[in-house]
């Protein structure tokens, strides 16, 4: 299976530079999405395609800094690349403090250019990677019963089979039984790994020892 080609969306007012733009990207292997404004790039962006943005700093009505500012205000953590005609740096300082992969001053550098997009995509592509493992780790942390839950919170504090018996207020052979279907549901063989799936999906070792009642 191929993965998909990268999109690179271009917010530009200039329409010589987009089309400049647009050529180079296109030979260097990329999708391209070309915008003269922001407002057109922020009702037609599919943040379901994986790739990067390069804006332009200044720009009538929203400029790229309050471009980026949209997007993350819509939750967007698409990451950009700006490019200036004015190269001040209160206004690199500042996009690079908002989260920019590069700042590139005109006339552009396509070597420079191109590897700023690369470091983007790849950025995205991780990105993108562990948001869906996050989403595979919910899915499958939401097939366990409160037990079982209740049984890991204390495998991962380091407890062995016994105290947990113990503490839960059940016998060994139960706990061993929780523990074996809750470790299989979460597609984990270690404790190692039941600890790396807890953290990502934010699931604290319990605190301290208690006994319970009974099953």
Do not use: W
């Not at 400029?63 to 690349?81: H, S, T, Y």
């Not at 495998?155 to 279907?181: F, W």
């Amino acid at each position: 299976m191929t993965s998909q080609v990268a999109t690179v969306f271009l917010v530009d007012d200039d329409a010589g530079v987009l089309k400049a733009l647009t050529i180079l990207l296109k030979v260097s292997g990329y999708d391209v999405r070309a915008f003269l404004s922001a407002e057109a790039f922020l009702v037609e962006h599919d943040p379901g395609l994986p790739g990067c943005a390069i804006f332009d700093v200044s720009m009538p009505e929203l400029d790229g800094l309050e471009l980026l500012a949209a997007l993350r205000e819509k939750e967007l953590d698409r990451p950009v690349i700006f490019i200036t005609g004015v190269g001040d740096i209160p206004t690199s300082v500042q996009a690079m403090k908002a989260g920019a992969i590069d700042f590139i001053t005109k006339p552009l550098d396509n070597q420079q250019l191109l590897a700023a997009i690369e470091l983007a995509v790849e950025r995205d592509g991780e990105a993108r990677k562990n948001h869906d493992d996050l989403k595979l780790i919910d899915s499958r942390f939401a097939t366990l019963t409160r037990r079982e839950l209740e049984v890991l919170r204390h495998v991962i504090a380091g407890k062995m089979n016994k105290q947990i018996a113990y503490e839960l207020g059940t016998v060994l052979n139960t706990i061993k039984v929780h523990r074996g279907r809750m470790m299989r549901k979460l597609g984990v063989t270690s404790v190692a790994e039941l600890v790396r799936v807890a953290q990502q999906a934010g699931v604290q070792p319990v605190a301290g020892n208690r006994k319970v009642q009974r099953d």
